[in-house]
């Protein structure tokens, strides 16, 4: 290292990030301690003050460490600061800084939430930001910031939120293409307007009725949990997307054409049968098929999936090259009727691959005959796999489905599987 010239040592000292690393090389020599306030990245992980008895603050250790670099272009601080400390911070690279990452740690703090200027008031100074990352947050209050039009990337993790907070913030990121809330609990109607929208993944936590409408004409990837009422008319870049509900009922899905959709999932224990249809239909030129859906039902009372034809479903998904089929969709093709307008000439063009799980015995003859077709008609399918999750039966029944499923796999080991 002392033969290298001092800007190829400068550039490789660059590229250090972890505060406790920095600090130590800072004491190595002069040359080194020179180099150090050209590097572009400051990590401190949660632990980075254990142990820590200096007469400074954390706060003033961190102050000291960023006021000694040029221009610092992203911060990610994992260990507990105050409002007044970040806003110290961000009053000197505030301008220079592209990604910022805190750990908020005030998801039960409500006196936090209340101080003035509170730490997501104290974020705006950060004008210049591409990616925001922040970590358990309490967002009761609007926070005060202006437009972070540079702003494309913004991930929440662990959240209570009220709505018109949340909508304030995501209003002050016009620009965002990047949209991750994952853990947001108190959510009840929430409406996102973002026109350069292009990937968004929604998680909110609770009773599962928040209900939500998405503007994004450019989306291309929508993954959303916990909502019973989805809009979303502009969808015709969408590629892939994913609807699920764990503790609640999906009511409701409208979207616009599908044209462009490759991957479809939607997941939960009831949706209305309305809703499951609607999806089927606008999925059509869906490449993998995703479903687990227990019961359907518009009302409290769980019922089963109606019949579906097997010959119609095809038929309406014929780009379909993989089909993950859960307990109530197999069921649904497995019934008498299903198979009765098979005509000579149907094939499933292009169906690769088949995962089915089977929960229950019950109508075991129909089941194999559907396994059966399946081969039969998928002329390029290349594997198949059954799962037997949880049967719930302690009839001998459930024995001798299985010895039949093992028998089919046997006959068809090249392509068959048992989970």
Same mark, same amino acid.
């Given at each position: 290292?002392?033969?290298?010239?001092?800007?190829?040592?400068?550039?490789?000292?660059?590229?250090m990030?972890?505060?406790r690393?920095?600090? *130590?090389?800072n004491?190595?020599?002069?040359?080194?301690k020179e180099?150090?306030?050209?590097?572009?990245?400051?990590?401190?992980?949660?632990n980075?003050?254990d142990?820590?008895?200096?007469?400074?603050?954390?706060?003033?250790v961190?102050?000291?460490m960023?006021?000694?670099?040029?221009? =610092?272009e992203?911060?990610?601080?994992y260990?507990?600061?105050?409002?007044?400390?970040? +806003?110290?911070?961000?009053s000197?690279t505030g301008?220079?800084? @592209?990604?910022?990452?805190l750990?908020?740690d005030?998801?039960?703090?409500?006196?936090?939430?209340?101080e003035?200027?509170?730490? !997501?008031?104290?974020?705006?100074a +950060?004008?210049? &930001?591409?990616?925001?990352?922040l970590w358990?947050?309490?967002?009761t209050?609007?926070?005060?910031?202006?437009?972070?039009?540079?702003? &494309?990337?913004l991930?929440i993790?662990?959240?209570?939120?009220?709505?018109h907070?949340?909508?304030?913030?995501?209003?002050?990121?016009?620009?965002?293409?990047?949209?991750? &809330?994952l853990?947001?609990?108190?959510a009840?109607?929430?409406?996102?307007?973002?026109p350069?929208?292009?990937?968004c993944?929604l998680?909110?936590?609770?009773s599962?009725?928040?209900? !939500? +409408?998405l503007s994004?004409?450019?989306?291309?990837?929508?993954? $959303?949990?916990?909502?019973?009422?989805?809009?979303?008319?502009?969808?015709?870049?969408?590629?892939?997307?994913?609807?699920?509900?764990?503790a609640?009922?999906?009511?409701?899905?409208?979207?616009? @054409?599908?044209?462009?959709?490759e991957?479809?999932?939607?997941?939960? $224990?009831?949706?209305?049968? %309305?809703? $499951?249809? @609607?999806?089927?239909?606008?999925?059509?030129?869906?490449?993998?098929?995703y479903?687990?859906?227990?019961?359907t039902?518009?009302?409290?009372?769980?019922?089963?999936?109606?019949?579906?034809?097997?010959v119609?479903?095809?038929?309406s998904?014929?780009?379909l090259?993989?089909? %993950?089929?859960?307990?109530?969709?197999?069921?649904?093709?497995?019934? @008498?009727?299903?198979?009765?307008?098979?005509?000579?000439?149907?094939?499933?063009?292009?169906l690769e691959?088949? *995962?089915?799980?089977?929960?229950?015995?019950?109508n075991?003859?129909?089941?194999?005959?559907?396994?059966?077709? =399946?081969l039969?008609?998928?002329?390029? =399918?290349?594997?198949m796999?059954?799962?037997?999750?949880?049967?719930r039966?302690?009839?001998?029944?459930?024995?001798?489905?299985?010895?039949?499923?093992?028998?089919?796999?046997? *006959?068809?080991?090249?392509?068959v599987?048992?989970?």
């Open positions: 290292m002392e033969s290298l010239p001092d800007a190829i040592v400068q550039y490789i000292l660059s590229y990030n972890n505060a690393d920095v600090a *130590v090389c004491c190595v020599s002069k040359r080194w180099s150090l306030p050209y590097i572009r990245s400051l990590y401190f992980p949660r980075s003050f142990n820590y008895w200096q007469s400074d603050s954390p706060d003033k961190v102050w000291k960023i006021s000694s670099i040029v221009r =610092l992203e911060l990610v601080v260990n507990p600061f105050t409002s007044a400390g970040l +806003a110290s911070w961000l000197l301008q220079s800084l @592209k990604h910022l990452e750990r908020m005030n998801l039960a703090d409500y006196h936090s939430c209340t003035s200027p509170s730490k !997501l008031d104290c974020i705006g +950060a004008r210049n &930001l591409e990616t925001l990352k358990g947050i309490l967002m209050k609007s926070p005060r910031w202006d437009a972070f039009k540079k702003l &494309l990337n991930e993790v662990g959240a209570k939120v009220e709505d907070a949340l909508s304030a913030a995501l209003q002050a990121c016009p620009n965002l293409t990047n949209l991750l &809330l853990g947001c609990e108190g009840r109607s929430v409406s996102i307007d973002l350069n929208l292009e990937h993944k998680d909110f936590y609770g599962g009725n928040c209900s !939500l +409408a994004s004409p450019n989306i291309e990837s929508f993954e $959303v949990q916990g909502c019973s009422w989805i809009r979303a008319p502009q969808t015709s870049c969408l590629r892939k997307l994913s609807i699920a509900n764990n609640g009922k999906v009511y409701m899905v409208d979207f616009g @054409k599908l044209a462009a959709l991957f479809l999932s939607i997941r939960g $224990v009831q949706w209305c049968w %309305d809703a $499951v249809s @609607k999806m089927l239909q606008l999925g059509s030129e869906a490449k993998h098929l479903m687990k859906v227990e019961f039902g518009d009302s409290e009372t769980l019922h089963p999936f109606p019949e579906i034809d097997f119609d479903f095809f038929n998904h014929p780009k090259q993989k089909f %993950d089929i859960h307990g109530a969709m197999f069921a649904a093709l497995c019934q @008498k009727n299903s198979l009765k307008n098979v005509e000579s000439g149907f094939v499933i063009p292009c691959e088949v *995962v089915i799980t089977v929960r229950s015995p019950l075991a003859e129909q089941k194999l005959t559907t396994l059966d077709s =399946l039969k008609y998928g002329k390029n =399918l290349k594997s796999v059954i799962r037997i999750l949880q049967m039966s302690s009839h001998s029944s459930a024995d001798d489905f299985f010895d039949e499923i093992y028998r089919f796999k046997c *006959v068809n080991h090249k392509m599987r048992i989970e």
